[in-house]
């Protein structure tokens, strides 16, 4: 099963969405999950990030894993352990989501360290200017190759399930137009809860700027209104003289 949800860097509330109304037999049927974070643009140094021990069973399975292909790619890939701030509602990796609800899951990033809230993230828009597409297949065929191995039970062994020429190949012209489809939609944060930091700060920036418009427009409404009023009752000479200044007691004693 693969998901591609939306709101990645605003607390993934995506996937969070997904994991609160998804069936608890769906969520207890998922061996693990292995969430992408950053994996356009690497080089040749990739980190898998855990909330579990790297010394826990299910977590070495999956890093053994994924660690055999990479060195048959000529890739290193690293392990991070990080715990999970039960009582922080911001998360630091997408993979925190799933452990909070009793999933096993790692987020794979070229990324060392959780960047800080919408710190190389980019916005709403998604671009393709730093993604390399050549970076984007070796990333399929290391993922796809040490899932296929864990399905069929073949890991630990030299077999090569997507191996180059065959009818299994990873297809680089369909990934360029995947790539380019997917660059082309908006990123949009449909997911965010009302009390979001995103969501409460563009609540304060909206209703200090929406006060200012309503005071400025009641206040020019008023102004004509006045003028209006002055000139037809009154006359011009009138509403002039409203704003000239009155004579000085010294002219008043002459």
């Given amino acids: ?26 969520r207890e049927s998922i061996d693990y999950a292995i969430c992408l974070n950053s994996v356009g643009s690497w080089k040749n140094e990739l980190w898998l990030h855990v909330s ?10 999956i890093f053994d894993g ?3 292909v990479a060195k048959e790619l000529g890739v290193t890939v690293g392990v991070r352990h990080k715990k999970i701030n ?18 096993t899951a790692v987020t794979l990033s070229e990324l060392s360290s959780p960047p800080e809230f919408l710190e190389h993230a980019g916005g709403l828009y998604d671009s393709r200017d730093n993604v ?14 040490s899932l296929a191995r864990y399905i069929y039970d073949h890991e630990g062994r030299k077999i090569e399930i997507f191996a180059d020429g065959s009818s299994l190949a990873v297809n680089p012209s369909y990934v360029k137009l995947w790539l380019d489809l997917l660059s082309r939609t908006p990123r949009v944060a449909p997911f965010l809860t ?21 005071l ?20 011009l000479d009138d509403l002039i003289s409203i704003f000239r200044r009155p004579p000085s007691r010294k002219t008043k004693a002459a």
């Fill in 52 to 61: 579990k021990p790297p010394e826990n069973v299910y977590i070495k399975q």
């Fill in 194 to 214: 009302k009390s979001d930091p995103i969501i409460t700060g563009l609540k304060k920036v909206a209703s200090v700027t929406f006060d200012l418009v309503i």
């Fill in 66 to 68: 994924i660690s055999d």
């Fill in 86 to 103: 039960i009582s922080n509602p911001r998360v630091a990796w997408e993979h925190e989501q799933f452990s909070r609800h009793r999933v």
């Fill in 216 to 235: 400025l427009a009641v206040a020019t409404y008023l102004s004509v209104l006045f003028i209006f009023l002055v000139i037809t009752t009154r006359g």
């Fill in 1 to 26: 099963m693969f998901g591609l949800t939306s709101g990645g860097p605003y607390n993934y509330n995506g996937t969070f969405k997904w994991l609160r109304s998804s069936d608890q037999r769906v």
């Fill in 132 to 145: 390399k597409d050549t970076v984007v297949i070796k990333t399929i065929k290391l993922i796809t190759e």
